[in-house]
């Protein structure tokens, strides 16, 4: 498969783990009141024999989004 600059190959080569992660479903909880959040449906389906499930999904608070990011900024330092 020929790659194009800024076009990402969906099909991966043969033998090549492939990973892919959907954030979908924004849903308010606790609509009206004052402690009401959003939280997103993350949606996982792999290739790789590193997860015993090939797929996953969850919902999860976009604080916990903000909790990943810094967490990945201190032990990378370029997130």
Not at 2 to 24: A, C, D, K, Y
Not at 27 to 53: C, M, P
Request: aromatic letters at 12%; hydrophobic letters at 35%; glycine letters at 6%.
């Amino acid at each position: 498969m020929r790659n194009f600059p800024g076009i990402l190959s969906l099909i991966p080569n043969p033998g090549q783990e492939l990973t892919t992660v959907r954030v979908q479903d924004p849903r308010v909880q606790n609509e009206g009141s004052w402690n009401s959040y959003v939280d997103y449906k993350i949606f996982l389906h792999t290739t790789s024999k590193a997860f015993t499930a090939k797929t996953s999904c969850v919902r999860r608070r976009y604080r916990e989004f903000v909790w990943l990011r810094r967490q990945l900024q201190r032990n990378a330092g370029s997130v």
